[in-house]
């Protein structure tokens, strides 16, 4: 190819920006960080005996919270089946499960070791902020407009960069994991979204109550 081609290539609009996604992709597969990924890091490792308690309560929480989610869904996804509204039952399945499995294989594809020195797993994107941020979306779009969407996405906003702090400062991920796991999450359940249209309506928690399998579990009243 011509010099003159070459430079007539190398001016068409867009194509810096498009280098640019490319590096950044690079840097993150072959286990490189970004310069706001390597200051918190660095922080919260040297304060790591600093911050004992903090780190401490931090852990018992997300932990906590990964069997509060696993409930969560399980009970909502049955309270939708029981009450026949399958539609909404697939949106929330697929919206937990593929949440789950995206992470997985952007984790395979990406291959950027986790933090520390055994890096058994890997860790861009976070899947605990993927799957955080793509239950409380879906949530709140299961539910109707009006005060409890709200409610739902003010605690979204309050609870999801808290958890994405904890992440960071127990060490399991690098800020831009946590960042990638909000993006993966939304970009995911507004995916599903289009697909399957308008997903709100009343929450059928009380026909769970009353379904006979339920009821032949707690026994005779």
Same mark, same amino acid.
């Given at each position: 190819?011509?010099?003159?081609?070459?430079?007539?290539? &190398?001016?068409?609009?867009?194509?810096?920006?498009? /280098?640019?996604?490319?590096?950044? +992709?690079?840097?993150?597969?072959?286990? !490189?960080?970004?310069?706001?990924?390597? !200051?918190?890091?660095? @922080?919260f490792?040297?304060?790591?005996?600093?911050?004992d308690?903090?780190?401490? $309560?931090?852990?018992?929480?997300?932990?906590?919270?990964?069997?509060?989610?696993?409930?969560? #869904?399980?009970? /909502? @996804? #049955?309270?939708?089946?029981?009450?026949?509204?399958?539609?909404?039952?697939? @949106?929330?399945?697929?919206?937990?499960?593929?949440?789950?499995?995206?992470?997985r294989?952007?984790?395979? $594809?990406?291959?950027?070791?986790?933090?520390?020195?055994h890096?058994?797993?890997?860790? @861009?994107?976070?899947? %605990?902020?993927?799957?955080?941020? +793509?239950?409380?979306l =879906?949530? =709140?779009?299961?539910?109707?407009?009006?005060?409890?969407?709200?409610?739902?996405?003010?605690?979204?906003?309050?609870?999801?960069?808290? %958890?994405?702090? =904890?992440?960071?400062?127990?060490?399991?991920?690098?800020? &831009?994991?946590?960042?990638?796991?909000? +993006?993966?999450?939304?970009?995911?359940?507004?995916?599903?979204?289009?697909?399957?249209?308008?997903?709100?309506?009343? /929450?059928?928690?009380?026909? /769970?109550?009353?379904?006979?399998?339920?009821? &032949?579990?707690?026994?005779?009243?």
């Amino acid at each position: 190819m011509a010099i003159a081609e070459r430079d007539r290539l &190398s001016c068409r609009p867009g194509r810096r920006e498009r /280098l640019d996604v490319v590096k950044a +992709a690079l840097g993150v597969r072959d286990g !490189g960080t970004f310069s706001w990924d390597r !200051g918190p890091v660095e @922080f919260f490792d040297r304060h790591y005996y600093d911050l004992d308690v903090v780190r401490v $309560v931090a852990k018992a929480i997300v932990k906590a919270s990964i069997g509060l989610g696993l409930v969560i #869904a399980a009970g /909502l @996804f #049955a309270a939708f089946v029981t009450a026949g509204s399958f539609r909404r039952a697939a @949106f929330w399945g697929l919206t937990v499960c593929g949440a789950l499995i995206l992470t997985r294989v952007l984790k395979e $594809v990406i291959e950027r070791p986790e933090i520390g020195i055994h890096q058994r797993e890997y860790s @861009f994107p976070s899947g %605990y902020a993927t799957a955080t941020t +793509a239950g409380l979306l =879906a949530l =709140a779009l299961l539910l109707p407009p009006g005060r409890p969407r709200r409610i739902v996405a003010v605690t979204g906003t309050v609870i999801l960069p808290l %958890y994405g702090l =904890a992440l960071v400062l127990l060490l399991w991920h690098y800020p &831009s994991d946590v960042v990638a796991g909000w +993006a993966l999450g939304i970009a995911w359940v507004l995916a599903l979204r289009l697909a399957f249209g308008d997903v709100s309506g009343p /929450l059928p928690l009380g026909r /769970l109550g009353r379904h006979p399998i339920w009821r &032949s579990f707690r026994g005779p009243a």
